[in-house]
């Protein structure tokens, strides 16, 4: 069972929402209840309708169109507060609800780009932020998480163990967490590309597009669980032991290390998606 203080979460999102869903399964005791906040009436029910489908009576969920002061209502009383709403309001949400936040509610940032002093030079409150990527919709997300120069070492506790109900956290300095996002919070577009390009392959092998996705598909799927379940044993060593010395894997291996050099190529993909990182951050 995990136990975890009131939280708010404003802006329920496609990653906030992720969250919530990580909140509302069995096992996840949120004390003090879970409210939530989006724009239109219509996702604030639906909202409400996921936690009674899954059995849960800690939600409120609230709609900035029908109660304007919704975020400063899910705020009051909260440990934590998310800050799911896109990076360029956060600073006008933060002017807004500095005068409602408890002295040590923890807000935990998602919004990329947005750093931890600008936050902290508009709250007094403990601020920290964090980098889930897509997969926290199936409770397999890897999670960046920075700490600012007021969160203290329970406050950390808190919003890892929050993010540990999506997967897997790492905690790192601030300095990081831009290119932890050339990773893992961009690395589900680099894995689908590859699937994208290996399945067109399969096409023009003469596979049907059925045939192809299965095939495909259930081998990313195949070695990432077999990677899983592998303990300690190197993605290289599995790899070796796909490679049969002589044979046409590794003959196929040979052209993508000697042809695509895709160490180089990842290396200038992340630099680039790290230098797009810094022209968004400077506005």
């Known amino acids: 069972m995990v136990n975890l203080p009131s939280i708010a979460i404003l802006g329920t999102g496609s990653m906030g929402g992720a969250i919530l869903s990580g909140l509302l399964q069995p096992g996840v005791e949120v004390t003090g209840g879970i409210r939530v906040t989006n724009r239109t009436p219509a996702k604030a029910e639906a909202l409400r309708d996921k936690a009674s489908e899954l059995g849960s009576s800690s939600l409120v969920s609230y709609s900035l169109e029908e109660t304007p002061n919704a975020n400063e209502l899910a705020v009051a009383g909260a440990r934590i507060v998310l800050l799911g709403v896109k990076p360029a309001m956060v600073p006008d949400l933060l002017r807004s609800l500095a005068p409602a936040l408890a002295p040590d509610t923890l807000l935990v940032s998602v919004a990329a780009g947005v750093t931890i002093a600008t936050m902290e030079a508009l709250v007094s409150n403990p601020v920290a932020r964090a980098m889930p ?7 397999l997300a890897v999670t960046g998480l920075a700490p600012g120069s007021r969160t203290s070492d329970e406050d950390m506790d808190v919003a ?4 540990q109900t999506v997967g897997d956290v790492l905690d790192v300095p601030e300095s990081k967490i831009d290119a932890l996002s050339t990773i893992s919070g961009s690395g589900p577009a680099y894995v689908f590309y590859l699937i994208e390009e290996l399945t067109r392959t399969a096409i023009d092998l003469g596979f049907t597009p059925e045939e192809a996705a299965v095939m495909v598909n259930g081998t990313f799927r195949g070695a990432s669980e077999l990677l899983a379940a592998s303990g300690d044993i190197a993605p290289s060593e599995l790899r070796r032991r796909v490679t049969s010395p ?16 895709l160490k180089s190529l990842f290396d200038r993909a992340t630099a680039a998606a790290l230098a797009r990182n810094a022209e968004l951050a400077a506005g």
């Open 133 to 139: 990527n897509t997969p926290a919709v199936v409770g």
């Open 160 to 163: 890892r163990a929050l993010f």
């Open 246 to 261: 002589g044979g046409t894997t590794e003959r196929a291996i040979a052209v993508l290390q000697e042809q695509g050099n």
